[in-house]
């Protein structure tokens, strides 16, 4: 198991853990109603659905920091102009960010005598499409005023799956072979994973079955596929720094898939951030948290590697009964 507090493992690693008693809950945050700069911009192939929401900042200046923004949705379901991309925009076009939001290829279903089953699984190209968009953004920096050595990524749910197969899988061919952008990698500074799936061997067999090819297939068939599309399987020293936000009483995503990414990320020295709420108790709840201020952490964690030159900082204390880990060799 992880230990809240984590100090040394080959290297001297930075540890703190606070926990604070529950208080009032915060009154909620009201944020105001934020529009795309550039509405479905085609960064697949022309006969591809799936298009891309960009929001800039008003300042343009200056060459900005960019975030990429994965949704959720089990694969299978989701949106680039819902929930917590364009929570996330809100939050950080006003800081300075461009912010952009991909779709990418979901599972399809259709109806076959009452029952539904599937017609397409999404991978290997929603991995594929994610990775495209984060070139896409590299490629058009100029165009949209971006710094592309100052690019995140984010996700929540299954959107924090693929974001974080993304960042830590930018150098795998196997990953992205066939990407319409292969000549340039995927790179990111940083990660922001809120309520991701980091490896699916330890995930229920309902959420593997998008990237196994046939659920009845012997183990030794599934298990190099579900290594293959696990986050985990290619965390390394210079694996980038991650915040880790997650519920612990997660219904949706168990907290130990978080657990296990911050065990991960101490072995190979890799700074990061664990934020446990200790009284979530739902699944996708975005920014909303009567115990952390998640806006704050979150934009404070991407200051210090797209802002501040890429130095990592001790990590804020908990409020309110969320908890605080935090570990990690330098930055890269």
């Given at each position: ?10 290297f ?8 604070l008693?529950?208080?009032?809950p915060?009154?909620?945050?009201v ?16 006969d591809r ?14 060459l900005?920091?960019a975030?990429v ?29 461009a ?18 089953v ?11 499409d ?8 590299r ?7 971006v ?49 991701g ?16 090819r046939?659920?009845k297939?012997?183990?030794?068939v ?7 599309y696990?986050?985990?399987?290619y ?9 880790i ?7 949706g ?12 990320l ?12 200790e ?15 998640l806006?704050?952490?979150t ?8 802002k501040e030159?890429g ?18 060799g330098?930055a890269?």
């Amino acid at each position: 198991m992880f230990p809240r507090s984590t100090i040394g493992l080959a290297f001297v690693l930075l540890a703190a853990t606070t926990r604070l008693t529950a208080g009032e809950p915060a009154p909620p945050v009201v944020l105001a109603k934020i529009d795309p700069t550039f509405r479905d911009v085609e960064f697949l192939a022309a006969d591809r659905a799936e298009k891309m929401d960009v929001y800039l900042p008003a300042d343009g200046k200056e060459l900005r920091p960019a975030v990429v923004v994965i949704h959720g949705g089990g694969w299978s379901g989701g949106k680039k102009i819902w929930g917590y991309p364009v929570e996330f925009a809100k939050r950080a076009v006003p800081a300075g960010y461009a912010v952009f939001c991909p779709d990418y290829q979901l599972n399809v279903f259709e109806e076959v005598e009452g029952k539904k089953v599937s017609k397409l699984k999404g991978a290997p190209r929603n991995i594929q499409d994610c990775m495209d968009a984060v070139s896409f953004v590299r490629l058009n920096a100029a165009k949209y005023g971006v710094d592309p050595d100052r690019i995140a990524l984010a996700g929540d749910s299954a959107g924090g799956h693929l974001a974080m197969l993304t960042a830590y899988g930018a150098g795998s061919d196997s990953l992205g072979q066939g990407r319409r952008y292969s000549e340039i990698k995927p790179t990111v500074r940083c990660i922001v994973d809120f309520y991701g799936i980091s490896d699916l061997e330890t995930f229920p067999s309902w959420g593997a079955w998008t990237f196994v090819r046939n659920e009845k297939d012997p183990e030794e068939v599934k298990k190099p596929l579900l290594q293959l599309y696990s986050p985990v399987t290619y965390i390394g020293a210079g694996s980038p720094p991650t915040l880790i936000v997650h519920g612990k009483n997660d219904p949706g995503v168990t907290w130990k898939q978080s657990e296990e990414l911050a065990g991960r990320l101490t072995a190979a020295s890799v700074p990061f951030e664990f934020i446990t709420l200790e009284r979530a108790t739902k699944h996708a709840f975005n920014f909303d948290s009567d115990e952390v201020d998640l806006t704050r952490r979150t934009l404070d964690f991407l200051d210090r590697y797209l802002k501040e030159g890429g130095k990592p900082s001790a990590p804020g204390p908990a409020e309110k009964g969320g908890s605080t880990s935090a570990g990690g060799g330098s930055a890269p």
